[in-house]
């Protein structure tokens, strides 16, 4: 659990932050067909650098039995997410066995287009993909409560604090099933260069001790590198930071009804502003098993630091 407790206060910076035009952090791409994906070098070279791939066009249809799941209460009590593990397990989902059975069919059936999109779109990664788990998405972002540091309406990069991953990287597919037409909308950031720029002087030092402390009394699942301390640093750093939420360069993006994106959430900056019912699918690939390692968040940061982070 993350502790509640207040943002610290905002940094202050020596420049505007707005100065420097932005690229569009967002590529649109015109497919339908979750199977008609192909390989394509500048749509790769963007999504490494850490764009956004938008396809307006390739909505996830759900069956009649599937839309009439489409409701916030086929969610157990205090649960954000259904999830179904790679051994078919779904957990947190509310109902009886025939809903408990529909709802797996359909997670299951994202799963299997998520990852055709993947495999057709970036050949090189598939030996080397991790699977985790499909989750449904279906509460609404802008009625949720939370603290700073997991507010994921502030603008941040993927970070989790109790499980480090040495680099790995942390791959989304993403498909709004919303039936009503409603947008989830995201505000989308700087590249993550920038990013680290802007706040590798301000963050703390790494502490192997700590990092040993934290593994013996189980708060990390294994021992938290200098990379992933790094990242956790980055992400409280832009979270707390109210100025850079505000004025930092960013683009306001709704993702539409019947539309799928792919990021590298651990890379892109972004904040879920809002919107509701959600497909999602994570894959995890190792950073040397990018088409370009050097555009990866842990070599981006080893060069800036001068050191080898894992
Ligand atoms: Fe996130």
């Not at 956004?52 to 409701?71: D, G, T, W």
């Not at 993947?118 to 598939?126: E, S, T």
């Not at 970070?159 to 942390?170: D, T």
Request: hydrophobic share 40%; glycine share 4%; aromatic share 8%.
């Amino acid at each position: 659990m993350i502790p509640l407790q207040a943002p610290p206060a905002a940094r202050t910076h020596n420049s505007r932050m707005q100065d420097k035009p932005m690229q569009d952090p967002i590529v649109t791409l015109d497919l339908a067909d979750w199977k008609g994906a192909r390989h394509d070098a500048h749509w790769t070279a963007a999504l490494e650098a850490g764009k956004v791939l938008y396809f307006p066009n390739l909505a996830f249809p759900l069956s009649p039995q599937e839309q009439a799941l489409l409701r916030p209460d086929v969610l157990l009590p205090d649960v954000r997410n259904i999830s179904l593990d790679a051994q078919g397990q779904l957990k947190g989902a509310a109902g009886d066995a025939q809903v408990q059975a529909t709802l797996a069919a359909m997670v299951g059936r994202f799963r299997a287009d998520a990852l055709g999109l993947i495999h057709a779109m970036l050949p090189q990664y598939v030996p080397a993909l991790r699977i985790a788990p499909t989750s449904y998405r279906p509460a609404q972002v802008e009625s949720r409560q939370q603290s700073w540091r997991a507010d994921d309406r502030r603008l941040h990069v993927d970070a989790f604090p109790s499980r480090p991953n040495y680099g790995e990287r942390i791959l989304r597919v993403f498909a709004n099933v919303n039936p009503a037409g409603v947008p989830r909308t995201w505000r989308v950031g700087e590249p993550f260069e920038d990013v680290a720029r802007r706040f590798l002087p301000t963050v703390k030092r790494y502490s192997p001790l700590q990092a040993r402390l934290l593994r013996m009394l189980r708060v990390t699942k294994s021992l938290r590198s200098e990379y992933d301390h790094l990242m956790l640093q980055l992400h409280d750093a832009m979270k707390s930071d109210a100025r850079y939420q505000q004025e930092a360069p960013q683009r306001t993006v709704p993702f539409a009804a019947g539309s799928a994106w792919v990021c590298f959430s651990d890379q892109t900056p972004h904040a879920v502003m809002s919107g509701q019912f959600m497909m999602e699918q994570t894959l995890h690939l190792p950073a040397d098993r990018q088409y370009n390692p050097q555009a990866s968040p842990l070599a981006i940061l080893g060069r800036l630091t001068g050191r080898t982070l894992v």
